[in-house]
């Protein structure tokens, strides 16, 4: 069976600075017409960093959710960027760390509502470089351990997806 829905039209409620909004006229496999709202966004880019056996997190205050997470050093791409570039950005930006990187995976986030992709790097000969946040952000660098990072995904005190993701594809390795 065919499972493809066809886009009629796209029709634009908001475009900012991160995200754009729209809610667009569809088809349906069957050929009924339907609506779709999508979150346009243009991705971004994250490392999963272990420095002489510890996992580099950051803790931040996400204002979405009204609290502090821990998550692997990541941020979004400018549009066209190369995400392997971004990644390496963020890690410097955020940690004061450089490496070399090998992509892990490609996240799909939220697929029933936006087109969203965060692509996952590990990180490998970790050396030392400068930190430099942007102006508006404030966070935290924590190392932990890799085995007390896991247990906070099992506890569910990282709460992150792409971190969980990251975390869990290198406990499989």
Same mark, same amino acid.
């Given at each position: 069976?065919?499972?493809?829905?066809?886009?009629?039209?796209?029709?634009?409620?908001?475009?900012?600075?991160?995200?754009?909004?729209?809610?667009?006229?569809?088809?349906?496999?069957?050929?009924?017409?339907?609506?779709?709202?999508?979150?346009?966004?243009?991705?971004?880019?994250?490392? /999963?960093?272990?420095?002489? +056996? $510890? &996992?580099?997190?950051?803790?931040?205050?996400?204002? @979405?959710?009204?609290? %502090? !997470? /821990?998550?692997?050093?990541? +941020? $979004? &791409?400018?549009?066209?960027?190369?995400?392997?570039? @971004?990644?390496?950005? %963020? !890690?410097?930006?955020?940690?004061?760390?450089?490496?070399?990187?090998?992509?892990?995976?490609?996240?799909?986030?939220?697929?029933?509502?936006?087109?969203?992709?965060?692509?996952?790097?590990?990180?490998?000969?970790?050396?030392?470089?400068?930190?430099?946040?942007?102006?508006?952000?404030?966070?935290?660098?924590?190392?932990?351990?890799?085995?007390?990072?896991?247990?906070?995904?099992?506890?569910?005190?990282?709460?992150?997806?792409?971190?969980?993701?990251?975390?869990?594809?290198?406990?499989?390795?």
């Amino acid at each position: 069976m065919d499972l493809k829905e066809r886009t009629i039209r796209k029709n634009y409620i908001y475009r900012g600075k991160i995200v754009a909004l729209r809610c667009d006229d569809a088809e349906l496999p069957n050929g009924a017409p339907c609506k779709r709202e999508i979150v346009e966004h243009t991705g971004g880019a994250c490392v /999963l960093c272990v420095e002489e +056996g $510890k &996992l580099v997190l950051v803790r931040q205050f996400r204002y @979405a959710y009204g609290e %502090e !997470l /821990l998550e692997i050093p990541a +941020g $979004k &791409l400018e549009p066209g960027e190369d995400p392997m570039l @971004a990644a390496k950005r %963020e !890690l410097e930006e955020e940690t004061g760390l450089i490496a070399d990187l090998a992509p892990l995976t490609v996240l799909y986030p939220t697929p029933g509502y936006s087109n969203e992709k965060i692509y996952i790097f590990e990180a490998h000969n970790v050396q030392k470089g400068n930190r430099h946040p942007d102006a508006d952000e404030f966070l935290d660098v924590v190392k932990l351990p890799f085995e007390d990072a896991l247990s906070l995904v099992k506890t569910g005190r990282i709460r992150d997806a792409k971190t969980i993701a990251a975390i869990l594809l290198r406990q499989m390795k």
